[in-house]
């Protein structure tokens, strides 16, 4: 009777534990190159230092100075995912039109965060807080938020925008700098620092350098170059004579 139960415990633990196994073979970062990445990443400046205060004044100076404009698009950006590059792509860059490419992202981006999350919880770099902000006339939400080093808006746009490039070579410039803007804005908002949005580009470039080196990704990558070639929205390359 023990031997059934132990047989029967482990016929249903079986399909998890496939699942997981299959689901760590296609992810693009293996645990030793995070921790590689995580390593590689210089610490903050130490809080309370000249440095520090420094760094958090030129956030006070940026959400003092904010536009109108600017203020509203970081407000909208506050989730944001690949497909709100669509400016620098086009109209039809669309996630409902495009399964094979949201799937990428998808796994791009919750890795990305995870990552982030990860390095964020090791440094515990308290975010920035300027004056009329809501944090500074709600400090108890300050509390309630992760920390802030790396910027995980900052990570995540890098990722998206060195990925996409992939895609769509010919605006590789334009991606970046959209991504570039989207880590400012952050600072515009009042939520970090440049030395968190900075850290965010180091940590962003050095994993869609990984991703790019995994099979996975690259299987990845390939279906979502035909499903946009059969959208119309890159060019079949030419045949060689």
């Not at 050095?206 to 390939?222: C, F, I, K, V």
Request: net charge neutral; charged share 25%.
């Amino acid at each position: 009777m023990m031997f059934k139960r132990t047989l029967l415990a482990l016929l249903l633990i079986a399909p998890s534990l496939a699942a997981a196994k299959d689901s760590h073979a296609n992810a693009y970062l293996s645990d030793a190159q995070v921790d590689a990445v995580m390593s590689a990443l210089p610490p903050p400046s130490p809080p309370g230092t000249a440095e520090d205060q420094a760094d958090r004044a030129t956030t006070d100076r940026a959400f003092a100075a904010r536009s109108s404009a600017d203020f509203a698009q970081a407000k909208q950006e506050e989730k944001f995912n690949a497909f709100d590059f669509a400016p620098v792509i086009g109209a039809d860059f669309r996630a409902d039109k495009l399964p094979h490419v949201a799937a990428l992202f998808k796994e791009a981006e919750h890795e990305t965060k995870e990552a982030v999350d990860l390095s964020k919880n090791h440094w515990k770099r308290v975010r920035p807080c300027p004056p009329a902000s809501d944090c500074a006339m709600h400090p108890e939400a300050l509390a309630k938020k992760s920390f802030g080093y790396p910027s995980g808006h900052s990570s995540r746009a890098t990722v998206d925008a060195i990925l996409l490039a992939q895609l769509f070579p010919q605006d590789a410039d334009a991606l970046m700098q959209h991504a570039r803007d989207i880590g400012w804005r952050r600072v515009v908002k009042g939520v970090h620092t440049l030395q968190d949005i900075y850290a965010g580009r180091q940590f962003g470039q050095a994993l869609a350098t990984d991703m790019l080196a995994s099979p996975a990704l690259q299987h990845d990558l390939a279906a979502a170059r035909e499903e946009l070639r059969a959208a119309g929205l890159v060019s079949s390359p030419s045949k060689a004579p």
